[in-house]
């Protein structure tokens, strides 16, 4: 940590005022009390006031670079012991330098003697204040490196919980590609190297991109596409995609794979157990600085019980909370035979 007094933008400023007012109270006390000529007066307020700075700025090392995880007891003696330390190389120095610039004036070493004691309370009270500064910086800076060591923490817990959630989800997207893949392999040969081609892409996509990853939203379209374009080889016209997506959500950021788990929560809903056409339709909007993004597919109320609580859909709510720190980001439910998932994705952090 750089030392205190240098760390703030006007300190020379501080430190010359200091340096003045603490030379011309003592000065200003000789001159009228002790009846000392205006010039030796200054001098002598001058050279102890200089080197109450020296000593004082002097201090911070054994303050701030020295042991804290000690007893109170222990910590109370160490600074008392400095203290004392300080003001007697003060007085020494000062006391010093003062007798060599003020050798031609012979009462000025009596007079220096017999202050001698005030001076020393005075330097007591001085460098007393000086150390409770010195405490209060480091307690600042203690807790400031806390705070930022618990944001780092926080952090990496959050990239290694959604590492983990991209983990899990990942081999649940290939398990359910590789099955469309198995049931064209026979009967759709051509159909099954097209789909194949697609799912590289989708998965080079996949390996490409972290969740903490922020991209346009015209990029996560593209993936989807190839996504529907896969499950269209398999569900072919059962399964039909529609997107309503507003001119100014092309420049909007969403997560990287945030879309794939709610596309295959919508064909699961609607076609795992239905033989009936779905359509899933996806709208995007802009509102009050967020985008909102309405994914919603048509189901079989017969068959299918939507309860909201698959496995996409659960690391999708946990990834948009440990992102953005908000809750209720994701909003999914059915009825009438109608399944919606309202996404909202806040635009007010860095796209980088």
Not at 11 to 32: D, E, G, K, V
Not at 126 to 141: L, S, T
Not at 180 to 191: F, H, M, N
Not at 306 to 335: E, F, K, Q
Request: aromatic share 10%; net charge neutral.
């Amino acid at each position: 940590m750089l030392h205190p007094v240098f760390s703030y933008r006007y300190n020379w400023t501080i430190i010359i005022l200091f340096w003045i007012i603490h030379a011309l109270i003592p000065a200003a006390l000789l001159h009228y009390y002790a009846q000392l000529d205006w010039q030796s007066a200054l001098i002598d307020g001058g050279v102890y006031s200089l080197f109450l700075i020296l000593v004082g700025i002097a201090l911070w090392f054994p303050i701030g670079y020295g042991p804290q995880k000690i007893s109170i007891s222990k910590k109370v003696n160490q600074n008392l012991l400095t203290g004392l330390v300080a003001v007697a190389i003060w007085l020494l120095l000062s006391g010093l330098s003062s007798r060599v610039l003020l050798a031609n004036n012979p009462a000025y070493s009596e007079l220096a003697f017999n202050v001698l004691p005030i001076r020393s309370l005075w330097g007591v009270e001085e460098f007393m204040m000086i150390m409770i500064m010195y405490h209060f910086f480091v307690f600042y800076r203690d807790l400031e490196e806390k705070r930022l060591l618990e944001e780092v923490l926080k952090k990496q817990v959050k990239e290694s919980e959604l590492k983990t959630l991209k983990a899990q989800l990942n081999p649940h997207f290939l398990f359910n590609s590789l099955n469309s893949v198995s049931a064209l392999t026979i009967k759709q040969p051509e159909s099954a190297r097209h789909m194949i081609s697609q799912l590289s892409e989708l998965l080079r996509y996949s390996l490409s991109n972290k969740h903490t990853d922020l991209i346009s939203l015209c990029k996560e379209l593209e993936n989807i596409g190839r996504y529907m374009e896969i499950e269209k080889v398999r569900f072919g016209d059962l399964l039909r995609y529609e997107e309503d997506v507003a001119l100014e959500c092309e420049t909007c950021f969403v997560p990287a794979m945030i879309l794939q788990p709610l596309y295959e929560n919508a064909i699961k809903h609607g076609l795992y157990e239905s033989l009936e056409a779905v359509t899933i339709k996806m709208g995007a909007r802009v509102e009050a600085g967020d985008l909102h993004i309405l994914i919603t597919n048509n189901y079989d109320n017969a068959s299918v019980s939507p309860r909201g609580a698959g496995l996409g859909l659960r690391h999708t709510v946990n990834i948009l909370r440990n992102m953005y720190n908000r809750d209720g980001l994701l909003i999914a439910g059915g009825s009438n035979g109608e399944y919606i998932v309202h996404l909202i994705i806040p635009q007010n952090i860095s796209n980088g």
